[in-house]
């Protein structure tokens, strides 16, 4: 499982050396020095992944990630410097899908990049249905597409997995720590903060109302679950 | 402070109580003295215009008692108000123009007798027959020594008057005194109280205190000195706490700047690493140490990045309900595989933060590791009423009891001479994190030898057994299936 990366870096050590470790990895790496040659290079490329660093000269990176889930929904892994813990939820809230603190070894820097390539569905769905219902949402599953009465709703990979590991066991409840393992793969103490800002972005658009959701519930001190058809009817 | 007060109240009382007293006494001899010489001088007046122009004139030789009346005396001697009279006519039968007055001859002083007996005017103070009086008596020449005796009624109830003004006056102004001196106390202590206030507030770190007040007063000068104490105070402590706040800053940004460069380091590192067998012997060896010293330098940046989010106090708990065996079995797991865990029989949950927690069990692990390489390491939980411990106990050569309580200060190493891959910010971190979740972190000797570090930490939460749902994790039975590595390993106590 190879993909092409576009890696958005200012530092040109950094850059060099993620480049080097990528390709020695199997990934094809194209490169951008800032914002704005980043955000260029993503419309010219389309690439599987972009790798980007928050503090970037010309366009903030936490703009370049607004500007590129205004119109796609590839993959954005943030490579976040700053020890500001703000920067890293306001980063998933402007829609990247993971980060990877710096600095980084190699081999961690490649275990992200691959764990969000790696997306359900992509190999075949597994054990899932090709089709799945939450409410008025249709879930197209090996197609990965989602829609409200026929109207498709566009999600991220990360934020398209969420909802089918949860509207898959209806009224089950999920950890936090299981849905990082499952939709993030972080098998240990993953940022229980990617999964609490993913499901505000998921309600943001599945939701009639977000603040009030009826398709994806909060379990007080446990975690969430999709509601039960029996419930939504009643 | 009260005794002061009181003793000043009692001396303001004292001063208007002695002020009143001298005012009444004084106002009530004036006044005394101005009514009976006044009286004095119209009787005295008017004794001697009846002896030496009524008397002469009308009176006959040898006039007694009963023949005096008739003379029209009597009612001569009241034409200019009122009056009685005693006539003596040394035949031993006194004229008394009152018959209250019978026998008040007798009662006369005789140094007034022996005056008049010898031609001349006097005058005597006497109360007659109940009723306070003047006495101006004389003799007309060669006849009868007459007694006039005038009322002093009239002054002796201007003088009651008085007396009970007086004492009404005095009794008011004492009980304001009273009421005043309290006040007049209090205000004087004022600026004393405050300044005690202040000086109290400054003991307890409120360097902001001051003493308030203006005028020239004593008390006003010596405020101006405390405050002036406490602004030199104030500014030197705050330049104290500036400078240190400026020396963390520059720890955090260094830290920070460091991080870019150190993060292309790490990552050639990586390659660096990836390539080894493609080395010559002598540069492997070479490669291999500089892999191992950017590890080392990473590890030390990032500790120095955590502490420095404590000093910015940017840290804050994310809790949850935690259980405390996984996390015990995955740090162990982690970092320190052949450690011994021993868990009691029930999961012990409590409401933390678990990314902290792996943290603190990671970096006693790492202490472990480092300071007892190769010595048993026991990891225990345990559950004592309201707090739960964590114990990395090992057998390694220990610490001395003097420098136990240096173990947690940062960049403590307690043998400067040995040459470890830790930060020395790893204990200090880990107790930082501790304090954070309301718990603490000491280091005690273990008795047989080596080191044991103790996570004390509240139970703010404890949920019963068999609500796997709500737990750190919150797998449930499906997921549980998915996820074994998440199960409770047990280790035989």
């Known amino acids: 499982m190879y993909g092409r990366i576009l890696l958005v870096e200012d530092d040109p050590s950094i850059r060099e050396v993620a480049t080097l470790g990528l390709r020695a990895a199997g990934f094809e790496v194209a490169t ?9 290079r993503f419309r010219a490329d389309a690439p599987d992944l972009v790798l980007l660093d928050i503090m970037l000269p ?37 829609g990247a899908d993971d980060y990877v603190r710096k600095p980084f070894e190699m081999a961690e ?30 879930i197209d599953v090996a197609g990965r597409t989602v829609a409200r009465e026929g109207r498709e709703i566009p ?9 089918v590991e949860l509207a898959h066991r209806p009224g089950q409840v999920f950890g936090r720590d299981a849905l ?55 | 402070m009260g005794g002061i007060r009181t003793r000043l109240a009692l001396a303001i009382v004292g001063l208007v109580a002695v002020t009143v007293l001298a005012i009444g006494v004084g106002t009530y001899v004036f006044v005394d003295a101005r009514l009976r010489d006044g009286l004095l001088g119209d009787a005295t007046r008017r004794a001697q215009f009846n002896l030496s122009i009524l008397v002469p004139g009308v009176l006959p030789a040898g006039a007694n008692a009963s023949t005096f009346a008739a003379t029209g005396l009597p009612a001569a001697f009241r034409l200019r108000g009122d009056v009685e009279e005693i006539v003596e006519f040394g035949d031993g039968k006194p004229y008394y123009s009152d018959a209250d007055l019978s026998g008040a001859l007798d009662a006369l002083p005789a140094e007034l007798k022996a005056v008049v007996s010898g031609g001349h005017l006097g005058y005597a ?25 005038f ?44 300044g005690s206030a202040a000086a109290a507030r400054i003991a307890a770190g409120d360097l902001s205190a001051r003493v308030l007040g203006g005028g020239t007063d004593e008390f006003a000068r010596w405020a101006a000195e405390f405050n002036r104490m406490a602004d030199s105070l104030e500014s030197t402590v705050g330049r104290l706490a500036a400078s240190e706040s400026q020396n963390r800053r520059f720890v955090a940004d260094v830290a920070h700047e460091l991080r870019t460069p150190l993060t292309a380091l790490v990552g050639e590192a990586s390659l660096i690493e990836a390539g080894l067998d493609d080395l010559s012997p002598d540069a492997r060896r070479a490669a291999e140490l500089l892999v191992a010293d950017i ?38 797991a982690a970092r320190l595989p052949e450690a011994v865990a021993s868990l009691p029989a029930e999961p012990v949950i409590v409401d933390s933060d678990v990314l902290r927690l792996d943290r603190i069990v990671g970096n006693l692990l790492d202490n472990a590791r480092t300071h007892a390489p190769g010595s048993a390491v026991e990891v225990a939980v345990a559950h004592q009423g309201e707090t739960v411990t964590i114990t990395v106990a090992d057998r390694g050569p220990g610490v001395a009891p003097e420098i136990l309580e240096h173990l947690f200060d940062r960049f403590f190493k307690a043998d400067p001479s040995r040459r470890s891959g830790s930060s020395g910010l790893g204990l200090a971190i880990a107790a930082e994190h501790a304090a954070l979740l309301g718990g603490t972190l000491v280091a005690r000797p273990r008795s047989g030898g080596g080191l044991e570090l103790v996570l004390t930490l509240p139970v703010t939460r404890s949920l019963p057994d068999g609500d796997p749902g709500d737990t750190f994790g919150g797998e449930d039975a499906s997921t549980r299936d998915a996820t074994p590595a998440t199960a409770h390993p047990r280790q035989p106590e």
Do not use: N
């Not at chain 1, 951008?32 to 260029?40: M, T």
């Not at chain 1, 820097?109 to 939450?134: F, I, K, N």
């Open chain 2, 151 to 194: 009322s002093a009624d009239s002054i002796e109830a201007a003088l009651a008057q008085l007396r009970l003004g007086l004492a009404v006056a005095a009794l008011v102004a004492l009980l304001l005194a009273i009421g005043t001196a309290g006040l007049v106390a209090r205000g004087i202590l004022l600026p004393v109280r405050s």
């Open chain 1, 58 to 94: 010309r366009l903030d990176g936490l703009d370049v990630c607004r500007a590129i889930r205004r119109e796609s929904t590839t993959p954005i892994v943030m490579l976040t410097a700053r020890g500001d813990t703000i920067d890293i939820v306001v980063g998933l809230e402007a």
């Open chain 1, 180 to 234: 990082l393992d499952r939709v993030w793969g972080y098998d240990y103490l993953g940022d229980s903060r990617l999964v609490d800002v993913a499901i505000g972005r998921l309600r943001a658009k599945v939701e009639a109302d977000p603040a009030e959701p009826e398709l994806i519930l909060t379990v007080r001190g446990a975690g969430y679950k999709a509601v039960r058809p029996a419930t939504l009817e009643a």
């Open chain 1, 32 to 40: 951008a020095p800032d914002g704005v040659a980043g955000l260029e």
């Open chain 1, 109 to 138: 820097l490649v275990a992200r990049v691959r764990a969000a390539l790696r997306r359900r569905g992509r190999e075949g769905g597994g054990d899932l249905p090709a089709r799945l219902e939450l409410g008025p949402i249709a």
């Open chain 2, 295 to 332: 590890r080392r330098l990473r590890t030390l940046v990032e500790d120095l990045m955590e502490l420095s989010r404590f000093d910015a106090h940017a840290e804050e708990a994310e809790r949850r309900p935690v259980d405390l065996g996984r996390v015990v079995t995955a740090a162990v």
């Open chain 2, 125 to 149: 103070w006497q109360t007659l027959a109940g009723r306070p009086g003047l006495i101006v008596a004389g003799r007309a020449a060669s006849g009868p020594a007459i007694y006039f005796v």
């Open chain 1, 155 to 163: 999600l991220t990979r990360t934020e398209f997995d969420l909802l």
